[in-house]
């Protein structure tokens, strides 16, 4: 007999036995169990087939020599035989093809459903029924709701009376403290605080049209931060008028599509910072995409109400 075969009924029988062995020894091991008997009668089957099939494979390695027409072309005397493409492979090639274009464009991934989509769904529709219900409400009521927000979304960082928590986010109870201007003129400001792209250059970009058009100095930085922290009172307002006002407006209160105000909390600016995030001299705040409109809208009357 061929060692082969030999080779094929030990490794046959090894498996069979350790089919066997892992079988008796797992919990409720080998009984009457139909299903049980149904796979280990799989099992065996399988085994016995493969091992013959691959040594069937092996023994045509070892015997069969190729006939047949080569192509033209060799590499390096490794030549291809002209073979035509089985029928049943170009078959299932053109099948697949077909299967996969159906399958990109009206099968599972577009038309499947989707756990994402259905929350953005029922988001949608939900602040839809929100902002319908409250589309009306103004003034107090307005803020109260902001409070709620407030509350719920901001406390963490700001503080339950909105202080900032020593610094460790902008105290609300003020338009800005003299630390974020000074922040904005030293290294600019590019926030999107206005709801598109329009940075504020840093110090370098400023120029002070009252000294003839000067770069701003420290000194000067100093005393029109703690002018503009001051609610534009005090010392400074030569430099800010100079420097500042023609994108900030000659009373901070911003200029349209050219600067923020500065003066006093805005819905707008609010709902800008909300939208976008913030980065500045204190540190970062995240962007609220969960906020719809109208809860937006309500936050910024709630915090430009605390510095009234
Ligand atoms: C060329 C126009 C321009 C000039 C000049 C300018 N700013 Fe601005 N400033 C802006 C713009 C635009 C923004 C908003 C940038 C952003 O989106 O972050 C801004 C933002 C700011 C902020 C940040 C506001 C916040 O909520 O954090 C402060 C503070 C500020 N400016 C103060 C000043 C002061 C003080 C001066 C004068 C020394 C000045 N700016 C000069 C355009 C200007
Ligand atoms: C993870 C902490 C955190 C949370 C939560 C947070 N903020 Fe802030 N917020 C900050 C920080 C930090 C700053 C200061 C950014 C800077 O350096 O200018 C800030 C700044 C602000 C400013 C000042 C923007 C300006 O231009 O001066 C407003 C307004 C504001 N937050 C509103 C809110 C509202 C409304 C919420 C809730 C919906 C909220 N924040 C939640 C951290 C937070």
């Excluded at 002209?82 to 159906?102: H, K, Q, R, S």
Aim: aromatic residues 8%.
């Amino acid at each position: 007999m061929n060692k082969l075969y030999l080779w094929g009924i030990i490794i046959t029988a090894v498996m069979l036995a350790a089919t066997y062995i892992s079988v008796s020894m797992s919990e409720g091991g080998l009984n009457n169990d139909i299903v049980n008997m149904l796979a280990i009668t799989g099992a065996v089957a399988l085994v016995i087939i493969t091992v013959f099939v691959v040594i069937k494979y092996v023994r045509q390695m070892q015997v069969d020599s190729a006939t047949g027409e080569l192509t033209e072309d060799n590499w390096d005397g490794i030549g291809e035989y002209l073979n035509d493409v089985p029928t049943g492979w170009a078959v299932t090639f053109l099948l697949l093809m077909v299967w996969g274009m159906w399958y990109m464009t009206v099968g599972y991934p577009v038309q499947s459903y989707s756990q994402i989509g259905e929350y953005n769904e029922d988001t949608a529709a939900h602040n839809a029924k929100f902002a319908a219900q409250y589309k009306d409400i103004t003034g107090d009521r307005l803020v109260e709701m902001g409070e709620s927000v407030f509350l719920a979304e901001c406390k963490v960082c700001h503080g339950i009376s909105a202080d900032g928590i020593d610094g460790k986010a902008a105290n609300l109870n003020k338009r800005i403290d003299a630390i974020a201007v000074k922040h904005a003129i030293e290294y600019g400001s590019n926030n999107q605080l206005l709801g598109f792209m329009m940075p504020m250059p840093d110090r370098n970009g400023l120029m002070n049209a009252n000294a003839g058009y000067a770069p701003i100095t420290d000194a000067e930085i100093d005393t029109v931060s703690a002018y503009v922290a001051n609610g534009m009172t005090g010392d400074g307002a030569d430099i800010f008028a100079g420097t500042c006002a023609m994108c900030h407006g000659a009373d901070g209160t911003g200029v349209e599509s050219m600067g923020p105000n500065i003066k006093k909390f805005d819905i707008a600016l609010v709902t800008n910072v909300l939208n976008y995030g913030k980065k500045g001299g204190i540190g970062a705040m995240p962007k609220f995409e969960r906020l719809n409109a109208k809860q937006k809208e309500a936050v910024g009357a709630y915090i430009t109400s605390l510095s009234e």
